[in-house]
């Protein structure tokens, strides 16, 4: 795997490149990153990944110093993955003067996890706008894990016509269904326990949904309230329409429902889609 | 000439050819436009022009609606420079779904004309990204006629690492001076007399900045009250660092005199940089 620390080692490698699948990770990978990238193998000959935890998208007191970083673990794992390069330039590579144009999110980007993250998904964007234009990737492929991020990408993609496809590619769970996440690194033993409630909820909810109640804001705060009484925080539980995140309609036809909580000092996010009506 | 009328005539254009450079414009076809198409030529084998009157960067009140659509002139000229394709959407080939998603300028767009025409800069980044990424230009040329419009564009593609060479390309002047600009069809005759004092006001503001003067701001107003006492309205003369359009200092390098004004119903702008220190 070839090891490209900057934009100018990225450019002689993708100069030499056809179609190029691309991978944009935070890095301390998991099996839900290395699905990625073996979903990227169907889209092009050549698969390169990228390793950047980047600063605009942590707030003021989010976890931007403690993300863990486990650079030689993920390097092997990606290599093993059959991932043909890996990208990780440094921040000064990204950002070698102070960001001051952005990508300007639509309305989405300040609902759900963007109410409680402001300016979160403007800091997603614009380096997956840098990202992309960086590697220039046919395919880039993201989790659905982080679904309001994916429904973004995807509007950014079509809404500035960028020459792209983009790949959801569906969660990976433990054993118990917790969604795999970088952040469950951060839970105690006891927290890891209770954690697969989150996802055990969501598949209440959805269950409900499937049967036919149409009742959202019940639906919702049923789901808040189980959470809750189990000792959770939560920033939101939310059904909406699959795909967009619009509003639930009652006639609407396939939904997503998605929550975000903590648990102690951990913020887990997960989301279920229902099957088709 | 290749006529494009729409995304998917320009993609098959493009993609039969290797490097391009690309000449955006929004029509009504001057020699300072057809300057640009020459310049081309020396970037690029294969040159592309677009006209799209982008509804984005006007403001409630401007001249979107009655702004010069001249297409069979503008063909001609384009074909008779030496212009291998014209990319030529419809709105909703730009736009075919409300756009929601912008580029946020830096704040330099706030400034200057922005300070008078309200998310006109962000509606230009926006389409510029938007034809940036349809046409795939090794090279895109503007006028430095908009000055601050080509900064911006330089900070944008700097910042969001398009791998696109911007080139500015000289303002081209009428014999007594006044920049060529499509608005200049706005113009009455006893107008178009009076239209000169815009550039002559700034050369003797360059002159003085030349010969030594450092009061800015009394530069400034000289020129505001020259061109006030011959019945325009100003809506700014500004002196500035070349290039940046940062703050001049008073031990800075080489500098920008930028105006606005208005003549009767046209708003007018002009701008000259002074030769090196």
New interface residues.
């Given amino acids: 795997m070839h090891i490209l620390a900057g934009?100018a080692e990225l450019g002689a490698w993708r100069a030499a490149q056809g179609e190029v699948a691309f991978v944009p990770t935070m890095g301390n990978l998991h099996a839900g990153h290395l699905r990625l990238v073996e979903e990227a193998r169907r889209y092009a000959p050549a698969v390169i990944a990228s390793i950047f935890v980047n600063p605009l998208q942590f707030g003021a007191g989010e976890d931007y110093e403690r993300y863990p970083r486990t650079w030689e673990n993920d390097c092997a794992k990606l290599a093993a993955a059959g991932c043909d390069a890996l990208f990780a330039p440094a921040v000064e590579d990204m950002y070698p003067?102070p960001?001051?144009?952005?990508?300007?999110?639509?309305?989405l980007a300040d609902e759900l996890c963007g109410a409680y993250r402001p300016g979160h998904f403007?800091g997603v964007?614009?380096v997956v706008?840098?990202l992309f234009?960086?590697v220039?990737p046919q395919t880039a492929l993201f989790g659905t894990k982080d679904y309001q991020q994916l429904a973004l990408v995807r509007?950014?993609v079509?809404?500035?016509?960028?020459?792209i496809a983009i790949v959801g590619v569906d969660t990976v769970r433990a054993d118990d269904g917790l969604a795999l996440s970088s952040r469950n690194g951060y839970l105690s033993a006891a927290e890891r326990a209770e954690a697969p409630r989150l996802y055990q909820t969501l598949a209440v909810l959805a269950e409900r949904l499937q049967a036919g109640e149409r009742d959202f804001h019940r639906l919702e705060q049923d789901a808040a309230a189980a959470l809750t009484g189990a000792g959770w925080k939560v920033d939101y539980v939310a059904v909406r329409e699959a795909g967009t995140l619009a509003a639930a309609r009652v006639q609407g036809g396939r939904f997503v429902v998605l929550a975000a909580a903590w648990l102690g000092s951990t913020r887990l996010i997960d989301n279920l889609e229902t099957a088709g009506p």
């Fill in positions: 934009p003067q960001q001051t144009c952005f990508v300007a999110p639509p309305p403007r964007l614009t706008l840098k234009n960086l220039r509007a950014m079509e809404q500035f016509a960028l020459p």
